[in-house]
C-alpha cells in the first residue's frame, strides 16, 4: 500500500511559479514509478509528467516540457513537480500518482494508489 498526500496548490498569475509535494507512506512506495496528473473542469484527467523507480528516467506531457520539472526525493519519500511559466490553461486539480513497479506509463489506469488532489489556479 501507498498513502499519498499532495500540497502546494494555489492562486498565481500567468508566469508565476508553484513547486507541488506528494508525500508517501508506504513499503511499496520503494518499488513504484510516480507521476503527476491533472484534470480540468469538464475535462478528462491526464498525465502531466512521471519519474521512475529509483529515479533515473522521466517522462513529460508535450504541453509541460520545458516548463514543469519532476523529482524524488526518495529520502523524505516525497514526489515534486516544479511549475515555471504557468499559464491559464495549467488551471487543474493536481493529483499525485503511485505504480507499483520500476517504470512511468502515461495512463491512469496503470497507476495503482492516488491521493486527493490540490488545486493550482493560474490567473491571466
Known amino acids: 500500500q501507498v498513502q499519498l498526500v499532495e500540497s502546494g496548490g494555489g492562486l498565481v498569475q500567468a508566469g508565476g511559479s508553484l513547486r507541488l509535494s506528494c508525500a508517501a507512506s508506504g513499503r511499496a512506495y520503494s518499488n513504484s514509478a510516480m507521476a503527476w496528473f491533472r484534470q480540468a473542469p469538464g475535462k478528462e484527467r491526464t498525465f502531466v509528467a512521471g519519474?521512475?523507480?529509483?529515479?533515473?528516467?522521466?517522462a513529460y506531457a508535450n504541453s509541460v516540457k520545458g516548463r514543469f520539472t519532476v523529482s524524488r526525493d526518495d529520502a523524505k519519500n516525497t514526489l515534486y513537480l516544479q511549475m515555471s511559466s504557468l499559464e491559464p490553461e495549467d488551471t487543474a486539480n493536481y493529483y499525485c500518482?503511485?505504480?507499483?513497479?520500476?517504470?512511468?506509463?502515461?495512463?491512469?489506469?496503470?497507476?495503482?494508489?492516488w491521493g486527493q488532489g490540490t488545486q493550482v489556479t493560474v490567473s491571466s
Open positions: 500518482a503511485a505504480r507499483i513497479g520500476g517504470a512511468v506509463y502515461l495512463g491512469e489506469r496503470s497507476y495503482n494508489f
Open positions: 519519474i521512475s523507480w529509483p529515479g533515473d528516467s522521466t
